[in-house]
């Protein structure tokens, strides 16, 4: 073989070599939300039965900051429903006010607020007064019996997920903190929902027409 004809070939593996670099797995932004049929009664499916043991063993638990433990007797959860604030920014205390003042409500709707970078950090994760007081939530209207404001955790991301997307960070505390919620309180994934696809729950495209529910099922339990 050639010199000139043996340095292409070098190159060659030099230039193919590269594409075997480890890509890290990239965020699958599709969503397989599909909301429920709207023209009859629809409450979640029963729960399973719940195991003996709470919380789950110390090995499996994820490991939460102290602020996402309610300081008030616990109530029985069943579900998780994630929103977003269809606002760029915003934080618990922006929305807070938002949800006084053009809602009339006693305060913040959701339990907590996870931030964008805007008013919070990028990926923090805010429990609100309603998480903290264990009180009934303001986030999920029109279900028979109120049964997702009483029984469901509200979650809401802060951004507008018609237009945009979550942020890496945002994604990830999102899914430690639905894990940890689920480990908690026996949630199965089959009871984790957008707030559009929330059985019973108003029409609405919250959590966004980008939310990627199926990478958010892929990271939970
Ligand atoms: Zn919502």
Aim: glycine share 10%.
């Amino acid at each position: 073989m050639c010199i000139r004809r043996l340095s292409w070939l070098l190159l060659a593996i030099f230039i193919f070599s590269g594409c075997n670099e480890q890509v890290p797995p990239s965020i699958d932004y599709s969503s397989v939300d599909a909301p429920p049929p709207r023209n009859k009664i629809i409450l979640p499916p029963p729960l399973p039965p719940k195991p003996a043991p709470h919380p789950a063993a110390p090995s499996a638990q994820v490991n939460a900051p102290t602020g996402w433990m309610p300081s008030h007797s616990e109530r029985a959860w069943s579900a998780i429903i994630v929103h977003h604030s269809a606002t760029d920014n915003g934080n618990a205390t922006i929305i807070d006010k938002w949800h006084r003042e053009n809602n009339g409500w006693n305060g913040v709707g959701y339990d907590f607020v996870i931030g964008n970078g805007s008013d919070s950090g990028d990926g923090q994760v805010e429990p609100t007064y309603r998480w903290r007081g264990q009180l009934t939530g303001a986030h999920t209207g029109g279900t028979p019996g109120n049964w997702a404001n009483e029984e469901a955790i509200g979650i809401c991301l802060v951004g507008d997920f018609d237009r945009n997307v979550p942020s890496k960070r945002q994604l990830e505390s999102l899914a430690k903190l639905v894990r940890f919620l689920q480990q908690r309180y026996h949630i199965p994934k089959s009871r984790v929902y957008g707030h559009g696809s929330t059985p019973g729950g108003h029409v609405t495209d919250c959590p966004g027409k980008r939310f990627p529910m199926k990478w958010l099922k892929s990271n939970i339990n």
